[in-house]
Protein backbone atom coordinates (compact mmCIF):
# COMPACT_ATOMS: atom_id res chain seq x y z
CA UNK A 1 0.00 0.00 0.00
CA UNK A 2 1.24 3.45 -1.08
CA UNK A 3 1.10 6.14 1.61
CA UNK A 4 0.60 10.03 1.30
CA UNK A 5 2.27 10.37 4.69
CA UNK A 6 3.65 7.95 6.53
CA UNK A 7 6.13 7.48 9.88
CA UNK A 8 7.90 4.72 10.78
CA UNK A 9 9.40 4.79 14.41
CA UNK A 10 9.27 8.25 15.18
CA UNK A 11 10.48 9.27 18.53
CA UNK A 12 10.75 13.00 19.71
CA UNK A 13 12.20 13.64 22.91
CA UNK A 14 12.41 17.61 24.35
CA UNK A 15 15.44 18.27 26.20
CA UNK A 16 18.17 16.61 27.80
CA UNK A 17 19.16 14.17 30.65
CA UNK A 18 17.35 14.29 34.04
CA UNK A 19 15.13 16.87 32.11
CA UNK A 20 14.25 14.69 29.03
CA UNK A 21 10.83 14.59 28.08
CA UNK A 22 9.20 12.17 25.37
CA UNK A 23 6.70 13.22 23.40
CA UNK A 24 6.40 10.93 20.78
CA UNK A 25 7.64 7.31 21.92
CA UNK A 26 7.93 5.15 18.06
CA UNK A 27 5.14 5.98 16.56
CA UNK A 28 4.13 4.25 13.31
CA UNK A 29 1.23 5.11 10.87
CA UNK A 30 0.30 5.66 7.20
CA UNK A 31 -2.37 7.75 5.65
CA UNK A 32 -3.41 6.86 2.01
CA UNK A 33 -4.81 9.17 -0.29
CA UNK A 34 -8.13 10.52 0.46
CA UNK A 35 -8.50 9.23 3.47
CA UNK A 36 -9.41 11.45 6.65
CA UNK A 37 -7.70 10.46 10.02
CA UNK A 38 -8.75 12.41 13.37
CA UNK A 39 -6.21 11.99 16.14
CA UNK A 40 -7.20 12.12 19.55
CA UNK A 41 -5.68 11.97 23.54
CA UNK A 42 -5.45 13.21 26.55
CA UNK A 43 -3.60 16.35 26.88
CA UNK A 44 0.09 15.98 26.30
CA UNK A 45 -0.78 12.78 24.55
CA UNK A 46 1.72 13.34 22.27
CA UNK A 47 -0.94 14.87 19.23
CA UNK A 48 0.70 17.98 18.02
CA UNK A 49 4.05 16.54 18.14
CA UNK A 50 3.15 13.95 15.56
CA UNK A 51 1.50 16.32 13.45
CA UNK A 52 3.92 18.77 13.50
CA UNK A 53 6.52 15.30 12.52
CA UNK A 54 4.18 14.33 9.83
CA UNK A 55 4.00 17.71 8.32
CA UNK A 56 7.64 18.96 8.42
CA UNK A 57 7.56 21.53 10.77
CA UNK A 58 9.51 19.52 13.99
CA UNK A 59 12.04 16.86 13.58
CA UNK A 60 11.90 13.58 15.03
CA UNK A 61 14.51 12.57 17.09
CA UNK A 62 15.00 9.00 15.44
CA UNK A 63 12.42 7.36 13.27
CA UNK A 64 11.29 8.18 9.36
CA UNK A 65 8.86 10.59 8.38
CA UNK A 66 7.87 9.95 4.53
CA UNK A 67 5.81 12.50 2.18
CA UNK A 68 5.14 10.83 -1.02
CA UNK A 69 8.43 9.08 -1.87
CA UNK A 70 10.10 12.02 -0.11
CA UNK A 71 12.03 11.46 3.06
CA UNK A 72 12.02 14.56 5.41
CA UNK A 73 14.91 13.03 7.94
CA UNK A 74 18.14 15.19 6.95
CA UNK A 75 16.38 18.29 5.01
CA UNK A 76 17.33 21.38 5.71
CA UNK A 77 15.41 24.06 6.95
CA UNK A 78 15.09 25.46 3.61
CA UNK A 79 14.44 22.83 1.73
CA UNK A 80 11.53 21.48 4.20
CA UNK A 81 9.68 25.10 3.69
CA UNK A 82 9.90 24.96 0.22
CA UNK A 83 8.52 21.27 0.15
CA UNK A 84 5.87 22.49 2.99
CA UNK A 85 4.58 25.29 0.54
CA UNK A 86 4.03 23.42 -2.43
CA UNK A 87 2.96 19.76 -1.10
CA UNK A 88 1.18 20.41 2.14
CA UNK A 89 -1.62 22.71 3.31
CA UNK A 90 -2.11 23.94 6.96
CA UNK A 91 -5.08 24.56 8.99
CA UNK A 92 -4.88 25.80 12.44
CA UNK A 93 -7.73 26.69 15.19
CA UNK A 94 -6.62 30.31 14.95
CA UNK A 95 -7.12 31.63 11.48
CA UNK A 96 -4.07 32.86 10.83
CA UNK A 97 -5.11 35.00 7.94
CA UNK A 98 -3.40 38.38 6.88
CA UNK A 99 -5.76 40.97 7.85
CA UNK A 100 -4.44 43.76 5.43
CA UNK A 101 -5.30 41.51 2.45
CA UNK A 102 -8.36 40.08 0.66
CA UNK A 103 -10.07 36.74 0.95
CA UNK A 104 -8.49 36.20 -2.58
CA UNK A 105 -4.56 37.44 -1.62
CA UNK A 106 -5.10 35.15 1.38
CA UNK A 107 -6.29 31.95 -0.34
CA UNK A 108 -3.68 32.65 -3.33
CA UNK A 109 -0.24 34.13 -0.74
CA UNK A 110 1.39 29.81 -0.49
CA UNK A 111 1.19 30.22 -4.31
CA UNK A 112 2.97 33.92 -3.93
CA UNK A 113 5.52 32.93 -1.34
CA UNK A 114 6.21 30.13 -3.69
CA UNK A 115 6.63 32.41 -6.73
CA UNK A 116 3.95 30.32 -8.16
CA UNK A 117 1.34 31.19 -11.00
CA UNK A 118 -2.28 31.65 -9.81
CA UNK A 119 -4.42 29.17 -11.82
CA UNK A 120 -7.90 30.85 -11.96
CA UNK A 121 -9.70 28.44 -12.55
CA UNK A 122 -8.47 26.25 -9.89
CA UNK A 123 -8.92 29.14 -7.33
CA UNK A 124 -12.69 29.60 -8.42
CA UNK A 125 -13.36 26.06 -8.08
CA UNK A 126 -11.92 26.43 -4.72
CA UNK A 127 -14.00 29.24 -3.49
CA UNK A 128 -17.01 27.89 -5.09
CA UNK A 129 -16.21 24.81 -2.94
CA UNK A 130 -15.99 26.41 0.01
CA UNK A 131 -18.75 28.84 -0.03
CA UNK A 132 -17.31 31.72 -0.36
CA UNK A 133 -18.33 33.21 -3.94
CA UNK A 134 -18.79 36.77 -3.97
CA UNK A 135 -16.90 37.21 -0.52
CA UNK A 136 -13.48 37.48 -2.18
CA UNK A 137 -12.74 41.08 -2.39
CA UNK A 138 -13.39 40.96 1.64
CA UNK A 139 -11.38 41.50 4.26
CA UNK A 140 -11.01 39.06 7.11
CA UNK A 141 -12.52 41.23 9.75
CA UNK A 142 -15.37 42.00 7.39
CA UNK A 143 -15.86 37.94 7.83
CA UNK A 144 -17.62 35.80 10.53
CA UNK A 145 -15.09 32.86 12.53
CA UNK A 146 -16.60 30.67 9.91
CA UNK A 147 -16.06 32.28 6.79
CA UNK A 148 -12.56 32.64 8.09
CA UNK A 149 -11.73 29.63 8.80
CA UNK A 150 -13.37 28.61 4.81
CA UNK A 151 -10.80 30.99 3.67
CA UNK A 152 -8.09 29.44 5.80
CA UNK A 153 -9.13 26.14 4.08
CA UNK A 154 -9.19 27.26 0.47
CA UNK A 155 -5.46 28.60 1.54
CA UNK A 156 -4.95 25.20 2.25
CA UNK A 157 -5.83 23.59 -1.19
CA UNK A 158 -4.72 26.54 -3.27
CA UNK A 159 -1.34 24.54 -3.70
CA UNK A 160 -3.01 21.10 -4.96
CA UNK A 161 -1.13 19.45 -1.39
CA UNK A 162 -0.73 15.98 -0.82
CA UNK A 163 -2.17 16.28 2.76
CA UNK A 164 -3.67 18.62 4.54
CA UNK A 165 -3.14 19.23 8.01
CA UNK A 166 -5.41 20.44 10.88
CA UNK A 167 -4.58 21.40 14.69
CA UNK A 168 -7.44 21.95 16.07
CA UNK A 169 -9.46 23.25 13.13
CA UNK A 170 -12.66 23.95 14.74
CA UNK A 171 -11.27 24.74 18.21
CA UNK A 172 -12.32 28.52 17.91
CA UNK A 173 -16.08 27.92 16.37
CA UNK A 174 -18.99 27.86 17.88
CA UNK A 175 -21.27 24.37 17.49
CA UNK A 176 -22.88 24.79 14.01
CA UNK A 177 -20.12 26.80 12.53
CA UNK A 178 -18.07 24.42 13.28
CA UNK A 179 -20.66 21.54 11.75
CA UNK A 180 -19.90 23.58 8.55
CA UNK A 181 -16.64 23.58 8.59
CA UNK A 182 -16.44 20.01 9.79
CA UNK A 183 -18.91 19.21 6.41
CA UNK A 184 -16.59 20.95 4.21
CA UNK A 185 -13.37 19.13 5.40
CA UNK A 186 -15.61 15.69 4.96
CA UNK A 187 -16.49 17.07 1.10
CA UNK A 188 -12.85 17.89 0.42
CA UNK A 189 -11.65 14.38 1.25
CA UNK A 190 -15.18 12.61 -0.48
CA UNK A 191 -15.46 15.16 -3.46
CA UNK A 192 -11.67 16.26 -4.19
CA UNK A 193 -9.86 13.29 -3.36
CA UNK A 194 -7.60 15.25 -0.94
CA UNK A 195 -5.96 13.44 2.38
CA UNK A 196 -6.89 15.07 5.83
CA UNK A 197 -5.18 14.02 9.03
CA UNK A 198 -6.88 16.43 11.81
CA UNK A 199 -5.54 16.91 15.51
CA UNK A 200 -8.95 16.85 17.75
CA UNK A 201 -10.39 16.88 21.49
CA UNK A 202 -14.05 17.06 20.26
CA UNK A 203 -15.64 13.66 19.58
CA UNK A 204 -17.83 14.98 17.22
CA UNK A 205 -15.17 16.51 15.02
CA UNK A 206 -13.61 12.99 14.64
CA UNK A 207 -16.71 11.66 13.96
CA UNK A 208 -16.43 13.03 10.56
CA UNK A 209 -13.34 11.12 10.22
CA UNK A 210 -12.74 7.44 8.56
CA UNK A 211 -10.12 6.61 10.99
CA UNK A 212 -9.30 7.62 14.86
CA UNK A 213 -5.73 7.14 16.04
CA UNK A 214 -5.81 7.24 19.88
CA UNK A 215 -2.86 8.20 21.60
CA UNK A 216 -1.33 8.08 25.51
CA UNK A 217 2.18 9.01 26.80
CA UNK A 218 3.56 9.44 23.20
CA UNK A 219 2.02 5.77 21.67
CA UNK A 220 -0.87 5.42 19.04
CA UNK A 221 -3.03 2.58 21.30
CA UNK A 222 -6.56 2.33 19.67
CA UNK A 223 -7.53 2.59 16.13
CA UNK A 224 -10.96 2.96 15.37
CA UNK A 225 -12.86 3.18 11.81
CA UNK A 226 -16.72 4.39 10.94
CA UNK A 227 -16.48 6.36 14.41
CA UNK A 228 -19.73 8.10 15.89
CA UNK A 229 -19.26 10.64 18.47
CA UNK A 230 -20.93 8.50 21.57
CA UNK A 231 -17.80 5.58 20.34
CA UNK A 232 -15.03 8.08 20.53
CA UNK A 233 -16.04 9.85 23.70
CA UNK A 234 -16.45 6.52 25.13
CA UNK A 235 -12.87 5.70 24.14
CA UNK A 236 -11.78 8.36 25.39
CA UNK A 237 -13.29 7.86 29.08
CA UNK A 238 -11.06 4.95 28.82
CA UNK A 239 -8.17 6.41 27.97
CA UNK A 240 -8.54 8.98 31.30
CA UNK A 241 -9.05 12.12 29.20
CA UNK A 242 -11.92 13.26 31.11
CA UNK A 243 -12.30 12.00 34.39
Known sequence: MTYVVSLDAVSKVYGRGQGAVAALREVSAGFTQGSFTAVMGPSGSGKSTLLHCAAGLDT?????????????????????TELRRRRVGFVFQAFNLVSSLTVAENITLPLRLAG????????????KRVGL??????????????????????????????????DEPTGALDTMTARD???????????????????????????????????????IVDEMTDPTSDKVAERMTRLGAWN
Do not use: C, K
Request: net charge neutral; hydrophobic share 45%; proline share 4%.
Open 133 to 166: AGRTGHRPAQLSGGQQQRVAIARALVTRPEVVFG
Open 60 to 80: PTSGSVRLGGTELAGMNETRL
Open 181 to 219: VLTLLREVVSGMGQTVVMVTHDPVAASYADTVLFLADGR
Open 116 to 127: AGVDRAWLEEIV
